[in-house]
DNA sequence: GCTTAGAGTTCAATAGTTGGACATACGCCG
DNA sequence: CGGCGTATGTCCAACTATTGAACTCTAAGC
């Protein structure tokens, strides 16, 4: 890095400065580059020309009726990125550009009991086909975000224990995964992709401060504070499943009794039904059930709704965000649960938090963590990475 | 404002980074500005030229025994902030300057049933006596940061609706302090500046994310996220005071039942002290007799302890602060209350969570709030209008 | 008293942005 | 069809600000 507070940093900024800008619009002519930056017409002229000689820009000759406007774009392949994604079930991979467009993605059931060493092994396979079948150049590939269905313990990098990946505790999916494709790799747990995912790509557009709240097997929340992920300085924020709503309830598997958990995660929920609708269930069956309409699923659906909701106000009166998304299988159900979640937020969240929160269903589904994995990657990159031809790479001996 | 990135704003910025690491270290010879900054020798040297001629920093000839150390320091007078804070009982005013030293301090009773404009009349006279005492130069004045305890709409500058200061509500306390003074003023709530405080000045020093929980005649909570404080969109960020505690529990003000004020707030507890203890009780007195070893205080004290803990569990789980300090009269009961507050974190948040929070009483007291409407103003400021002569004025007349 | 080493200043060199002048291209209008 | 007006992008000189090197100055160590 070269020293702060030198005109060469002021141009990197600069730089900088220029390619968000067309980012944000998609295409921009030089004019309008100047104006919405600030620069001057000549340094833009002189910042485009820089860019467009490295190649992460690219001009097209003419684009609207104009007198002579050159509309300059992210040219296609000037950095790649990919997420990668151990779902409960699925191991899903996603290629982008910087210009947060998706290139490809792909997804294929994860076996759980797979050990750690077989699941790497998918992965990189499936990434090396993705990357052979759209063709990008290999060497462009800048980073990659990889999403863990665990808490990651933020100093170590190292996974920590999880009842959905048994056997993959301890290991460093990060270093693993950049040892094995050969560059930075940035890890972080699937509600935080998930809320990055749908705050760029979903129902987290234009949001600056935002929930995402994810029901699965258990129940975690990404929060999204300023517009960045907020980890807390021990990395365990968002740990919503397991704030207190009965403290006579039943016993969660963190040792306290009444957690938000122990109403609203699968593992609780699905042996309400198990005598009337048999063992076999899963969350996904009772959402479709209670779609067609089986009064039995849609009431443990809105209980759930309630319970959330509950919690949901808890987190509003303290980070007061102006939307909360709903992830997981549960989203699926619609208002069925969203209804349940805004009455209890409406009943138990002071009003002037309320008033101007917004209960939304993920519009991602599934794919909310892979496309948060690549998005991690892109924003860990700083849009720094395309600015100079040279992408990091790291060396295969990684240490 | 001049144009972003150009040399001259590359030049504000080192300006700005100058005096700040002056400002952290206290004062520091230009070799070693040059070193912490990573400017140069010769720019380091510019810059001080530029500041001591502008009065903002001062030069003392020589220093430690060195060769020919030059040391700089922020000039006492080179910007001055005032806080004021209009708590339940008392305003408060305190003078400070940039190199964040607080120059006066004083207190005087405010009569809770005083209208509005008798309020700022004191306020307005209390700021011009202390200037005066301690003999600034008034046009040095730079920024007020203002206190009030109630919620403060974010757009409009409004005070809410406040049981504490009733008659205030609906008067924009910030402009009618700027339009006295005439200097900007910024204005925040209680529990907010009270977390600014104690993170500047009292136990929060060293630390980035911080919950400051005030009980008094309600409770409420200051974020520091990142080392700011966390307003949330809406600007209600911090009501820990109404998450619910137990869904049939007593009837908050708010409308719900067993909110945690209903629990802790000086206003709920106080009446089960009446019949043994009489009805004159103040959250003081009761405090003292706890400490005194009165055993209904010490008990209905470690109670509240034991609910705020449970909120702040729920708080812990889900922001994960590295400290959590204990504002308002309750904290003068030390162990009293900060041992059950613990033992409820400790039984309800996560353990990794817990793990590595601590939990303090404030170090500033009733001080909290005036300190952190200090640290307000000078954050509010930027660290940037006493980089050039020009201190910002308000017109008179302001509209 | 000489040497040494660090502190601060000066000066030329360098990097980068800016405003203005200029060429270019397109639509409009006569 | 040609001139006019307007907007775009480029080039050049001027200006601003940082930097490295050379230089001076001071005090400590021997």
Chains 1, 2 share one sequence.
């Not at 290139?103 to 060493?117: G, Q």
């Not at 509600?191 to 557009?205: D, F, H, K, M």
């Not at 101007?356 to 700083?382: I, K, W």
Request: aromatic share 2%; proline share 5%.
């Amino acid at each position: 890095m070269e020293t702060p507070g030198s005109q060469s940093s002021l141009h990197r900024a600069n730089l900088e400065r220029v390619v968000r800008a067309v980012r944000l619009a998609g295409s921009l002519t030089q004019a309008e580059i100047a104006r919405t930056t600030g620069l001057s017409a000549a340094t833009v002229s002189n910042i485009v020309r820089e860019l467009k000689d490295g190649g992460t820009v690219e001009v097209t000759p003419t684009s609207a009726g104009g007198r002579r406007a050159r509309s300059v774009s992210l040219s296609g392949d000037a950095g790649i990125v990919i997420g990668v994604d151990f779902g409960h079930t699925h191991l899903r991979v996603a290629i982008g550009n910087l210009a947060h467009q998706v290139l490809a993605e792909e997804a294929e059931p994860l076996d759980v009991d797979a050990s750690a060493a077989q699941g790497f092994d998918r992965a990189e396979q499936l990434v090396e086909r993705l990357v052979a079948a759209t063709g990008v150049d290999r060497t462009k590939v800048a980073g990659v975000g990889l999403g863990v269905p665990g808490p990651i313990d933020v100093e170590s990098g190292q996974l920590g224990s999880t009842s959905i990946l048994p056997g993959w505790t301890g290991t460093k999916p990060a270093e693993e995964m950049s040892r094995r494709l050969g560059v930075p790799v940035q890890v972080d747990n699937d509600a935080n992709l998930g809320a990055l995912g749908e705050l760029v790509w979903g129902s987290g557009r234009g949001v600056k401060d935002l929930a995402y709240i994810k029901v699965a097997s258990g129940v975690g929340a990404g929060l999204v504070i300023s517009g960045k992920i907020y980890r807390g300085p021990g990395g365990t924020a968002g740990e919503i499943g397991h704030i207190t709503l009965d403290e006579s309830g039943p016993v969660c598997r963190c040792g306290n009794r009444g957690c938000l958990e122990t109403f609203t995660a699968a593992r609780y929920v699905l042996p309400l039904l198990q005598s009337s609708h048999g063992t076999d269930l899963t969350m996904e069956a009772v959402v479709r059930l209670a779609r067609d309409g089986d009064p039995g699923c849609r009431r443990v659906i809105a209980d759930v709704g309630r319970h959330i909701g509950s919690g949901v106000a808890n987190l509003c009166n303290l980070l007061n965000p102006s939307r909360v998304v709903l992830g997981g299988d549960l989203a699926e159900a619609g208002e069925l649960v969203l209804g349940p979640i805004r009455e209890s937020v409406g009943r138990y969240a002071i009003p002037s938090a309320a008033r101007q929160l917004s209960v939304l269903p993920g519009a991602l589904g599934g794919r909310a963590e892979v496309l948060g994995a690549l998005a991690l990657a892109l924003s860990e990159m700083g849009d720094s990475t395309l600015l100079d031809g040279t992408l990091p790479t790291v060396a295969p001996a990684f240490t």
